[in-house]
């Protein structure tokens, strides 16, 4: 019902920046909560951030505060991450996801996107 297309990934130096887009199909876009989730090599799915269909309610892990930023722009049906002061530890696939009844916060939600890497060197 929902598809998600994330771009904008690459290799990046650290203390460099990227900005994650996550295109969203479909009329509802602004019904859907939105977050986003990294998953390292060998590792679990990590939480990073979340945003209320609004866009007036968000939340991030202890990791990113103060260096990510999550926003949305329902007239495009997108959603963005906005990486800054990367450092090596980041490197990951990211992945979008999107919920119509709770907010992104774990990994047990209706849709996701197939990733983008995002690679940071030392």
């Known amino acids: 019902q929902v598809q998600l297309v994330e771009s904008g990934g690459g290799l990046v130096q650290g203390g460099g920046s990227l900005r994650l887009s996550c295109a969203a199909s479909?009329?509802?876009?602004?019904?859907?909560?939105m977050g986003w989730f990294r998953q390292a090599l060998g590792k679990e799915p990590e939480f990073v951030a979340a945003i209320s269909g609004s866009g007036d309610i968000t939340y991030y892990s202890d990791s990113v505060k103060g260096r990510f930023t999550i926003s949305r722009d329902n007239a495009k049906n997108t959603v963005y991450l906005q990486m800054n002061s990367l450092k090596p530890e980041d490197t990951a696939v990211y992945y979008c996801?999107?919920?119509?009844?709770?907010?992104?916060?774990?990994?047990?939600?209706?849709?996701w996107g197939q990733g983008t890497q995002v690679t940071v060197s030392s």
């Open positions: 996801a999107a919920d119509g009844r709770k907010m992104v916060l774990t990994t047990r939600c209706d849709y």
């Open positions: 479909g009329r509802t876009f602004s019904t859907y909560n």
